[in-house]
């Protein structure tokens, strides 16, 4: 017994050195690391409803603390968890997972908890993608308890009961138009970076039950040749309106999609299906052609929830994630992972403290994929096997965020690194926004330090030093590389970076040896 305790403690021990090689050996510059915040039945915020704002606020800056240390750089956070909101709207009312009851806002009339969100997101260096559940119109079949100002209670005709739940009827032009003012409506009025929908859009079958929309099928369906292609045209026309209705009101807002992670299984689609034996598809039971929306560039990024483990016989993470890098269109690729299985199912990969390591080894060895999405937050913070210390250590160095496909803005010009001083025998850093930029100044920085004297490679993420906060509008910046070692010569550059995300080139750079009693500046 003692001898398998130890071997144990070895294989840990060789588990946790050998991720940290692998972690810091790969450093991309560009990578998304994202995080699912789920509100409904308040899975992972608020812990329960609370209208005082000074608890929301709490709470939230705790979860940034929380991702920031863990090396992430997004979050998706659920703003509409069922017909309602987390923020003020005129088109829906408060939701309960927020304030405790559908419709009470919270207690101090001036707080908007999204704009709060936002802000500080932004502040920690993150993005923010807004999470729309579009179809769910409740979680229960409690009615009685809905708001006045409720879809339910106002337009009861556009409804459909199925299983436990009611659904906004896809079929219906009127409906899809008002989901499309519903995200309009957060476009515009907030600092969002994307819109983001998960894999919800006609609902998960039920056994024995059919979707309640035959009538609609013969009232409105001539033109197709059976009820599942009617289907998917519903969910396309959505796809597109809310793309054009983003694009119109700030074109580099994101727009991005987190299918059920099979698309088709080969057995129903010989040419394009992957080697799974999904009981579920995207395409035939959840109506949804997201190889069609990439291919067509209503969206930006497609996100599948690969919630397998490698090996799985049904469904390999392995597998899908090459079948998904191979028709991802143009589109960025982010891999949602499974972290609320970690030590938390009968599958024994699962309890394996590595698997999510080797994860988040194929993302990076596959030329395609750009990053990842973890779902949820829960789980990163009660951190099962260690698993936010295993992100920890992959993401210890800073990233930038992929760029947009087809939004990418035109880059700022190099900003003007005016010197590299002394303070405390380490380099300070003074620079400014380039003067043709200072009526717009770029939306962030960064700070490359390269060993030597002289320039070395700017795709190597191991050479950037720093990403400063975002929205510094400022005319004149610092920072202090408290972290140079004695008796070194480091080269330093700064460039500018924009909305969505396009690099400036570089300022000339300064270089510097760090002597026993000050930073001396080279020529």
């Known amino acids: 017994m003692r001898t398998c305790i130890l071997l144990a403690i070895a294989a840990l021990c060789y588990f946790s050195a050998t991720t940290s090689v692998q972690a810091q050996a790969v450093a991309p510059k560009r990578e998304f690391r994202g995080v699912w915040v789920a509100t409904v039945a308040n ?29 992430l750089n997004a979050v998706i956070v659920q703003v509409r968890p069922a017909g309602d909101a987390i ?23 001036n707080f908007d908890p999204l704009a709060f969100m936002i802000e500080e997101t932004h502040r920690n260096g993150m993005e923010f993608h807004a999470w729309f559940n579009p179809y769910r119109c409740t979680m229960d079949l409690d009615t009685l308890s809905l708001s006045s100002t409720h879809m339910f209670n106002k337009q009861r005709d556009w409804m459909l009961r199925y299983g436990t739940r009611f659904y906004f009827n896809p079929a219906l032009p009127e409906v899809r138009e008002h989901l499309a003012q519903v995200v309009g409506e957060v476009v515009e009025k907030y600092d969002i970076d994307a819109v983001h929908f998960d894999d919800y859009f006609y609902p998960y079958k039920v056994q024995g039950e059919e979707f309640p929309d035959s009538l609609d099928f013969e009232q409105r369906g001539k033109a197709f040749a059976n009820i599942d292609d009617w289907r998917r045209s519903n969910v396309d026309a959505l796809i597109q309106m809310v793309s054009e209705k983003i694009r119109d009101a700030k074109p580099y807002v994101q727009f991005g999609i987190s299918p059920f992670g099979v698309w088709r299984n080969r057995d129903r689609d010989p040419v394009m299906g992957s080697d799974s034996r999904a009981g579920v598809t995207c395409y035939d039971d959840l109506y949804a052609d997201v190889l069609k929306w990439s291919r067509l560039g209503w969206i930006d990024y497609v996100a599948p929830q690969l919630y397998w483990h490698i090996g799985f016989p049904v469904a390999d993470h392995y597998k ?63 951190n099962p096997l260690g698993v936010r210390d295993t992100l920890a250590q992959y993401y210890a160095r800073p990233s930038l965020l992929p760029t947009p496909t087809e939004r990418a803005q035109r880059p700022f010009q190099a900003p003007n690194l005016r010197q590299v001083k002394s303070r405390e025998i380490k380099p ?39 990403v400063t906060q975002r929205g510094l509008n400022k005319r004149r910046f610092n920072f202090h590389d408290t972290s140079a070692a004695p008796d070194g010569t480091y080269t330093y550059t700064v460039t500018a970076l924009n909305r969505t995300h396009v690099e400036s080139k570089a300022a000339p750079s300064r270089s510097v040896y760090i002597g026993r009693d000050r930073v001396y500046r080279k020529k």
């Open 320 to 382: 899908l994630l090459n079948w998904w890098s191979q028709h991802a269109y143009g589109r960025q690729l982010y891999i949602g992972h499974a972290v609320y299985k970690v030590a938390n199912n009968l599958e024994a990969a699962w309890h394996d403290p590595a698997e999510m390591a080797r994860q988040i080894d194929l993302n990076r060895r596959n030329i395609a994929a750009a990053g990842s999405i973890y779902f949820s937050s829960k789980p990163l913070i009660n």
């Open 43 to 71: 899975i992972d915020y608020p812990k329960a409803p609370d209208n005082r704002p000074v608890a929301l606020k709490e709470q939230w800056l705790q979860l940034l603390e929380t991702y920031k240390a863990a090396g």
């Open 428 to 466: 300070l850093l003074r620079w400014r926004p380039n003067r043709l930029d200072r009526k717009a100044p770029p939306l962030y920085y960064v700070i490359y330090r390269f060993d030597g004297d002289g320039l070395g490679d700017f795709e190597n993420g191991r050479n950037m030093l720093t």
């Open 87 to 109: 923020y003020p709207s005129d088109l829906v009312p408060w939701s309960k997972f927020l304030t405790g009851r559908q419709g009470l806002p919270p207690a101090d009339e």
